[in-house]
């Protein structure tokens, strides 16, 4: 089935309030998503991680290469723009293009044979995933050892068992809003931490023994990604285990990461590290290695619905009676067009959500949704 057409929408929404994370803040939300056409009116939608403008303009660089390509193809068409692209595009803004085209690909292929795209892949492994919630952003004013408590708590009322607290800022006040969140949800749920590499590994590993009593779930991206050198120090230095990966790209990129045995749990992002046929790629690797693989997740609910298909196909690293599952991060700070872009949201119940098991990606997308927030 040939494809006839490649569109971008570049949507973008102003927020109510700002939010911050350890390095920068922001005022709106944004995203590129991917529309591609075959020969018998089926569409297909995927979506890329990061500046939604920039990876519109690669998306469009890859169309001579798109057009008339068999989209079925899904491992050929992803080497050919990977080879096209290779020398100035092995991470970053290439990768994350490549990734939108081959979600895309892969709604097609799963609604002309009209099966979810996790069957085609051999699973499902699982039909819902547990989630946790991330938010706890810094806000404009307030103290966040009033309002991140207070969110988290909320979390927690809404049936969450799970929850990231985005650190990174200063270790003393880090770790004091890490005992007070921790007090705040009780021992038992687990409590995940996110630095957005905020530290250098001296700091990362003070604050990873500051804390080391506070039954943390992972320590994430404690230092900057391309200093896997720092990520081995933080993982010996320290005891919580360590994650990382969502500026990640690629199976030579993870394969990098595997091998010097820097990261305890791989977080590649699906629309980034280079779509759902590459993370499928890089979560074989993980198990291989015995290293536990939860994906970053981010963006509109098409990034979402790319997200749980993958999760329902990722091996258990130990397979017994009762395996240890891999967790759905679901994002619950502000974003206007998350779930509008979509004609039936994608909810939690009691903090588990369902794995999309129509055709291809498993969602309708909503277009007036998507014109509403599209920007010239
Ligand atoms: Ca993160």
Request: with cysteine.
């Amino acid at each position: 089935m040939r494809i006839v057409d490649v569109r971008t929408h570049v949507l973008e929404a102003e927020l109510s309030e700002p939010f911050a994370w350890s390095f920068d803040s922001t005022n709106k939300r944004g995203s590129c998503l991917v529309e591609i056409e075959v020969e018998d009116g089926t569409i297909g939608w995927g979506e890329c991680f990061g500046p939604s403008r920039l990876n519109a303009a690669v998306v469009a660089a890859f169309r001579k290469h798109l057009i008339g390509a068999d989209a079925m193809a899904t491992d050929q068409i992803w080497q050919t723009l990977y080879s096209r692209f290779r020398d100035q595009g092995q991470k970053g803004l290439v990768v994350t293009a490549i990734s939108g085209v081959d979600i895309a690909l892969w709604d097609i292929k799963g609604k002309l044979l009209g099966r979810p795209v996790h069957q085609l892949m051999g699973g499902p492994l699982r039909t819902k995933v547990q989630a946790y919630a991330t938010g706890t952003y810094r806000r404009g004013s307030g103290d966040p050892m009033d309002y991140v408590v207070e969110e988290v708590r909320g979390y927690t009322e809404d049936g969450f068992n799970a929850v990231k607290l985005k650190i990174g800022f200063d270790v003393e006040a880090d770790a004091a809003l890490i005992r007070a969140v921790r007090s705040a949800i009780g021992p038992k749920r687990a409590l995940m931490l996110d630095a957005n590499h905020g530290y250098d590994a001296l700091e990362a590993i003070e604050l990873g023994r500051l804390v080391a009593d506070q039954n943390i779930g992972w320590f994430e991206e404690p230092v900057v990604p391309e200093d896997l050198g720092s990520y081995r120090e933080v993982r010996q230095g320290q005891p919580i285990p360590v994650a990382g990966g969502e500026c990640e790209f690629t199976r030579w990129g993870f394969l990098n990461v595997l091998t010097t045995r820097s990261i305890d749990i791989l977080q590649p992002d699906t629309c980034a590290a280079g779509g759902l046929s590459e993370c499928k790629k890089i979560a074989d690797m993980a198990a291989a290695f015995g290293v536990r693989y939860v994906p970053h997740v981010w963006g509109t609910g098409i990034g979402l619905s790319a997200a749980l298909q993958l999760l329902a196909v990722l091996p258990t690293t130990a397979l017994r009676h009762t395996p240890r599952e891999p967790l759905l991060e679901f994002d619950r700070s502000e974003h206007p067009f998350r779930q509008a872009v979509l004609s039936q949201p994608i909810e939690h119940n009691g903090g588990w959500v369902d794995i999309p098991t129509g055709p291809g990606l498993g969602i309708e997308v909503d277009r007036d949704a998507i014109e509403r927030f599209t920007v010239a």
